[in-house]
T-cell receptor, first 116, second 111 residues
Framework: NAGVTQTPKFQVLKTGQSMTLQCAQDMNHNSMYWYRQDPGMGLRLIYYSASEGTTDKGEVPNGYNVSRLNKREFSLRLESAAPSQTSVYFC???????????????FGDGTRLSIL | AQSVTQLDSQVPVFEEAPVELRCNYSSSVSVYLFWYVQYPNQGLQLLLKYLSGSTLVESINGFEAEFNKSQTSFHLRKPSVHISDTAEYFCAVTGNTPLVFGKGTRLSVIA
């Protein structure tokens, strides 16, 4: 069972370059999320999508865009990378809806992104 | 709005000693609580969850957490830790919104 798959696992960019992080889940979950993890900051929500065709901003959306391509896939794009976006990025998915508030999130293994 | 506070950023403990990782939350609605574990260079894995019913929940690897509504806490405990428990632990809360995570507690088990 693949669960949540993120690609690539590692990436080094130069300031100003663009990049799309890919995420796919095979659990038929309707909600998907992008987080960034920085030392001492925990996980901070960038964007999320409660269903195909909808996206919402999280805590730290500036500098990012997202696309919910279909129910399985949710991509994160950095249009013009900045050193402050050096981080580990995690995608997660979850089954949500009426009477489903108690469902946990399932995470991918992360993408380690360095911007020089 | 919901929030989670993990009171200790780092907890060193000797092997076979007990450990408690503290988590307090705030929420204006009924909540569900989770503990996740992150081993080095990996993603987050669900360790245990409180949904309803018994306030004491257990994981398969010996951890347990107790939901205390009056103290708004969900502390994680293990009576005897192993080297393999070295990891970062995250407490999280949700109502019907994206999970909100604490900043994490790094547990270091010393041989």
């Amino acid at each position: 069972n693949a669960g949540v798959t993120q690609t690539p696992k590692f990436q080094v960019l130069k300031t100003g370059q663009s990049m799309t992080l890919q995420c796919a889940q095979d659990m038929n979950h309707n909600s998907m999320y992008w987080y960034r993890q920085d030392p001492g900051m925990g996980l901070r929500l960038i964007y999320y999508s409660a269903s195909e065709g909808t996206t919402d901003k999280g805590e730290v959306p500036n500098g990012y865009n997202v696309s919910r391509l279909n129910k399985r896939e949710f991509s994160l794009r950095l249009e013009s990378a900045a050193p402050s976006q050096t981080s580990v990025y995690f995608c997660a998915s979850r089954l949500t809806g009426a009477a489903l508030s108690n469902q946990p999130q399932h995470f991918g293994d992360g993408t380690r992104l360095s911007i020089l | 709005a919901q929030s989670v506070t993990q009171l200790d950023s780092q907890v060193p403990v000797f092997e076979e000693a007990p450990v408690e990782l503290r988590c307090n939350y705030s929420s204006s609605v009924s909540v569900y609580l989770f503990w996740y574990v992150q081993y080095p260079n990996q993603g987050l894995q669900l360790l245990l969850k409180y949904l309803s019913g018994s306030t004491l929940v257990e994981s398969i690897n010996g951890f347990e957490a107790e939901f205390n509504k009056s103290q708004t806490s969900f502390h994680l405990r293990k009576p005897s830790v192993h080297i393999s428990d070295t990891a970062e632990y995250f407490c999280a809360v949700t109502g019907n919104t994206p999970l909100v995570f604490g900043k994490g507690t790094r547990l270091s088990v010393i041989a």
